[in-house]
């Protein structure tokens, strides 16, 4: 007998409006920058292809956030020098960040500093575009720089019907060209995607890798981190301040205790720094135009915040 899954729920949309109470008027939670160990970029929205189900509506088209400068993270860069702040890693996001010319030099700065860098990439022709900018920052600063593919699922199928024909063989191309040139890789994919559980999935992942060389364990969560689905439009429950021992999480598991996201949105005439990855849009998570702005504790008023971090227990970095 077969049984028919239920749908989810719509959000209540007496939820995720005030920042200080819950739709329950309890006490929401909030989280405060613990230290600040790694900074986005994000390089721009503009990506050459277009995802069904993209956070962050990437395509050829949506510009809403500008390509960022090299000249402008070389300011936030100066600020975690003069303050001596505790940044370990920059990540740099998208769009597709090879699309922005930019990028090599942001990755040097970035390097040159003995900082470790991390790009998310969906490894096609933009990427190898750049082949021999990569290649010498590889000879110039080995395992620091770290490139993680997306690829959604470990079948051609799949990973398609999210992204597009073809773009299953060109990723896992680009992921075989960077495996074969020695660089640290990571990959990833989505939690329960095709409606496999966790285990299944890495299996699929460690057979792929396996099957065409890449030196990715699928067993381990940071090497191939699986994100769980976002639907804000999904009901989800709030974070109140007693969720903390009721789960038995501290608040500074949570992205935004350790990180910030600088973004150039279109037509602003300099930067601003958001809480997290996750909400590029949503004004309550713009913080400031400094990392010094931005280190106010960030209340947890969005359905992502409960289902992708708190719940969902993801964060963008290792």
């Known amino acids: 007998m077969s049984v028919t899954a239920r749908p989810a729920p719509p959000l209540d949309p007496a939820k995720f409006r005030d920042p200080r109470l819950t739709a ?29 189900h993209c956070y962050i509506e990437s395509s050829p088209r949506n510009d809403a956030l500008a390509y960022l400068g090299a000249a402008e993270l070389e300011a936030y860069l100066a600020e975690i020098d003069r303050e001596a702040l505790p ?11 090879f699309l922005n010319r930019d990028l090599p030099r942001m990755l040097e700065a970035v390097l040159a500093r003995g900082l470790r860098a991390l790009v998310l990439t969906n490894a096609m022709k933009p990427m190898r575009n750049h082949a021999a900018a990569l290649l010498a920052l590889r000879a110039a600063h080995g395992d620091r720089l770290t490139l993680r593919v997306s690829l959604d699922h470990h079948t ?31 990959v990833a994919g989505r939690a329960g995607f095709g409606a496999e559980g966790e285990a299944a999935m890495r299996a699929g992942f460690a057979r792929l890798f396996a099957a065409h060389g890449i030196p990715v364990d699928a067993a381990d969560p940071v090497a191939l981190m699986l994100f769980p689905e976002m639907d804000a439009g999904i009901d989800v429950p709030e974070i109140t301040t007693a969720c903390w021992g009721i789960l038995r999480k501290s608040p500074e598991s949570l992205m935004c205790a350790s ?6 949105r279109r ?33 947890l008023n969005h359905p992502h915040c409960a289902k992708f971090c708190v719940l969902g227990g993801a964060a963008c970095s290792r």
């Open 24 to 52: 329950k008027g309890e006490e929401r939670a909030q989280v405060r920058l613990a230290a600040l160990r790694t900074l986005w970029v994000n390089t721009g929205t503009l990506c050459n292809i277009t995802c069904r």
């Open 267 to 299: 037509g602003a005439a300099r930067p601003a720094v958001l809480a997290c990855t996750l909400l590029p849009y949503d004004p309550q998570f713009e913080l400031g135009a400094t990392l010094a702005e931005a280190a106010r504790p960030v209340p």
């Open 87 to 97: 940044v370990e890693e920059v990540g740099f996001t998208g769009g597709e960040p």
């Open 156 to 186: 051609a199928a799949l990973h398609d019907q999210e992204r597009q024909e073809g773009s299953f063989a060109q990723a896992l191309a680009g992921l075989g060209w960077l495996a074969r040139q020695g660089f640290h890789l990571h």
């Open 259 to 264: 990180s910030r996201m600088v973004v150039k």
